[in-house]
């Protein structure tokens, strides 16, 4: 109650404009209507405060008078935010971004299109890790490339101090390449034993064991083939419908209520770094 009494008192501007173009268009159609101009005539009281909401409706709120559909959306401008830098670094890397988990045989989807007892035997037939590492005892011709000088070696071989260095150089070379050739088939093992361990959940032989197929799914199929022609009739197959004869059928009730205008759209917002990283 003492707020009530310490409130001012309400002061009510009124604050004349012109109607637009498409507000005076729906007043002065309302007005010319037949019913609206009998209705005004008969000083029906009711009926005259319902022409004045319809009036003040034309004013105030022309889209609830008659709506206008949408055309062309409006497009607003791009929303930019500005974001320290350090908050755009955690965003540009993400924790799995260098992990694939095709390799860590965490995409459990592409495995079931495998059978149980191809990856079975897959996971038999495997070759060892060691077995893989040995194959750099194969001997493997170093590249002329390697080799110091424009010269070949047989041109320099008479030289003792400097074939002395000519072979620790071969010899380096050939370690650091052993080394090399023994890290990557490593690495090729430990792939390779990813690859062949991979085991489906069901398998694309379960599923095609307790998968059922109605006679009506290959309706359209069997019967484009003259021999079986006889085997399903006319009526069956308009009771079948391709998916191109249904959307085509059902094109009137897409463009009418599937297909939506929005009012308005924008872009996605983009962030924008004060001090962004030289990096």
């Known amino acids: 109650k003492d707020v009530e009494k310490q409130l001012p008192p309400k002061v009510e501007h009124i604050v004349p404009c012109r109607m637009s173009k498409r507000q005076r268009f729906l007043y002065e159609e309302f ?3 037949s019913d ?4 005004l005539v008969s000083g029906n009281f009711l009926g005259i405060i319902n022409v004045l909401m319809q009036l003040r409706k034309c004013c105030n709120h022309p889209d609830l008078f008659e709506p206008r559909p949408v055309v062309s959306p409006f497009v ?3 929303i930019v935010f500005r974001i320290p830098s350090l908050f ?5 890397k993400t924790p799995l971004e260098g992990v694939d988990l095709r390799l860590l045989n965490f995409l459990v989807s592409e495995a079931e299109e495998l059978g149980s007892l191809p990856s079975a035997l897959t996971h038999n037939i495997q070759a060892d890790p060691p077995l893989i590492v040995e194959m750099t005892s194969v001997s493997h011709p170093t590249p002329t490339s390697l080799l110091p000088g424009p010269h ?3 041109a320099v071989s008479s030289s ?3 074939s002395s260095h000519l072979a620790d150089f071969r010899a380096n070379t050939d370690a650091k390449l052993a080394e090399w050739r023994r890290a990557v088939l490593q690495h090729h093992s430990y792939v390779n034993q990813y690859r062949c361990t991979r085991r489906p ?3 694309c032989d379960v599923r095609n064991a307790v998968r059922v197929e109605l006679p009506c799914h290959r309706a359209h199929i069997i019967a484009e083939d003259p021999r079986r022609y006889l085997e399903y009739p006319d009526t069956l197959l308009e009771m079948v419908k391709l998916s191109a ?3 085509e059928e059902m094109r009137p009730e897409l463009c009418l209520f599937a297909c939506f205008v929005p009012a308005t759209r924008a872009y996605e917002p983009e962030l924008c770094v004060s001090h962004a990283d030289p990096s």
């Open 160 to 162: 003792y101090l400097y």
């Open 31 to 33: 007005m010319a209507r």
């Open 201 to 203: 959940i069901f398998g």
């Open 36 to 39: 609206t101009r009998n209705t």
């Open 88 to 92: 755009a670094d955690v965003l540009k």
């Open 152 to 154: 070949p070696v047989s």
């Open 76 to 78: 607003s401008d791009t």
């Open 245 to 247: 004869t249904r959307a």
